[in-house]
């Protein structure tokens, strides 16, 4: 019964690096979704996705790249990270609207993330 | 472009002091309505979705509504295991975007 799953919990990288943050669900939801969380700033849509090779921007997309490629998986990419990029990601999931009705999101426990 | 509002940051309340949350929202074409609950160090928990203005929702001490603008959550009684930080989210039309307000820390004290 895992529901979401993101990859690593922690990581401290140096400005410049790059990383993937990997999110996983095992309920065959069609929509995924990569948030920040920052103090004060509540939890901020970085991008989404539909459906399995879809995706599409949120509020905060910049420096940040996603992918879809099987429907269970959602990579978010930090091509090269700087100290702005240090907060709480977190993924979610949800069945599509128009099947469910309720299109409740289901989150992962996040990825706390340091860029020194 | 869409906003959502919440009112206020922080709550501080003493044990069966009942009391509301607010999320006011400005969304073009309104799919549903969210609230969540956060506790410390783990992701956002589902509680309600609502979809059209004068729908209500209850579960134990908590009781969401929503109007044409803005969402209210009821705390009744509540309890100190109550304490959390408490999300509105609102999800448009017109992209399926889900966007969040900065929540409400709501403290409730023994």
């Known amino acids: 019964n895992a529901g979401v799953t993101q990859t690593p919990k922690f990581r401290v990288l140096k400005t410049g690096q790059s990383m993937t943050l990997l999110c996983a669900q095992d309920?065959?939801?069609?929509?995924m979704y990569w948030y920040r969380q920052d103090p004060g700033m509540g939890l901020r849509l970085i991008h989404y996705?539909?459906?399995?090779?879809?995706?599409a921007k949120g509020e905060v997309p910049d420096g940040y790249n996603v992918s879809r490629l099987k429907k269970q998986n959602f990579l978010l990419g930090l091509e090269s990270a700087a100290p702005s990029q240090t907060s709480v990601y977190f993924c979610?999931?949800?069945?599509?609207?128009?099947?469910?009705?309720?299109?409740?999101?289901?989150f992962g426990a996040g990825t706390r993330l340091s860029v020194l | 472009e869409d906003q959502v509002t919440q009112s206020p940051e922080a709550l501080r309340l003493q044990e069966g002091e009942s009391s509301s949350l607010n999320c006011s929202y400005t969304?073009?074409?309104?799919?549903?309505l969210f609230w969540y609950r956060q506790d410390p160090g783990k992701g956002p928990e589902f509680l309600f979705t609502?979809?059209?203005a004068g729908e209500e929702k209850e579960k134990e001490r908590l009781k969401a509504t929503l109007t044409k603008k803005e969402s209210f959550l009821h705390i009744t009684a509540p309890k100190p295991e109550d304490s959390a930080t408490y999300l509105c989210?609102?999800?448009?039309?017109?992209?399926?975007?889900?966007?969040f307000g900065k929540g409400t820390r709501l403290h409730i004290l023994p």
């Open positions: 609502l979809y059209s």
């Open positions: 989210a609102v999800q448009a039309e017109r992209d399926d975007k889900i966007i």
């Open positions: 979610a999931s949800s069945r599509q609207y128009l099947l469910a009705g309720k299109n409740i999101q289901y």
């Open positions: 996705s539909v459906g399995e090779g879809t995706t």
């Open positions: 969304v073009s074409g309104l799919r549903g």
């Open positions: 309920m065959n939801h069609e929509y």
